[in-house]
């Protein structure tokens, strides 16, 4: 998944789960300490937004960052 992909899964799970909760995105800056600009450029997929303050707009939508490895065959066979 490339950069640009990832950013707009992610916006488009936090609009989704902003709107599950009724919440405006003015409402949801309030509650994680962002601007609302902040939500906008996250639910928008932009690719340049911070960490820390993702994270606090995650959290207080319930919602949480996971890293995972990626399941990518390869060609090459493994050596004892």
Do not use: I
């Not at 995105?25 to 906008?40: K, N, P, T």
């Not at 450029?41 to 960490?51: A, M, P, S």
Request: no cysteine.
């Amino acid at each position: 998944m490339s950069p640009e992909e990832f950013a707009r899964s992610l916006g488009s799970t936090v609009r989704a789960r902003r709107g599950s909760l009724s919440l405006s995105q003015s409402d949801l800056a309030d509650l994680a300490g962002v601007s609302e600009r902040f939500v906008r450029f996250v639910e928008q997929g932009k690719t340049t937004v911070q960490l820390e303050p993702l994270l606090s707009v995650l959290g207080t939508l319930g919602l949480e960052l996971t890293v995972a490895h990626a399941n990518k065959t390869t060609n090459k066979t493994a050596q004892p």
